[in-house]
């Protein structure tokens, strides 16, 4: 018995993963980009009292489309008492208002890059 085998179409699935990996790429750069911005505007709305907190406010990649925006010694221990405030003292939100002004841009933003990866 003879078994004959025929794939077509393997070229154009490497074109379409190619298109992929340039899609997963170019997100990773809108991820890192919003990250960075997120960062930037908290850093710029904080109240500065020593510049601790301030200073605080970083982010990393944990992988190609995921970024995470967070807080590192010192600030870490006491932001959320400026962000939502205490019986004593009013918020001062700094971190919400950040990330709220990005999320419709970064959004924007993958939709465009998906969109491009599927044409």
């Known amino acids: 018995m003879k078994i004959k085998l025929q ?3 393997l070229s154009q ?3 379409d993963f190619q298109q992929v990996t ?3 790429l170019t997100s990773r750069r809108a991820v890192e980009g919003a990250c960075r ?7 710029s709305l904080v109240r500065v009292q020593t ?3 301030r200073d605080s406010i970083d ?4 992988g190609p489309t995921l970024g995470v925006v967070g807080l590192k010694p010192p600030g870490d221990s006491y932001w959320y008492f400026v962000e939502f405030g205490t019986v ?3 918020a ?9 002004a990005e999320t419709r841009p970064y959004v924007a933003e993958v939709e465009m890059i998906v969109t491009q990866a599927c044409k």
């Open 37 to 43: 911005r997120i960062k930037y505007r908290a850093q």
């Open 13 to 15: 699935l490497e074109r």
């Open 59 to 62: 982010y990393e990649m944990r």
């Open 88 to 90: 004593d003292t009013p």
């Open 92 to 100: 001062k939100p700094f971190f919400r208002p950040a990330v709220e």
């Open 22 to 24: 340039q899609g997963v």
């Open 7 to 9: 794939v077509e179409g």
């Open 51 to 53: 510049g601790k907190l």
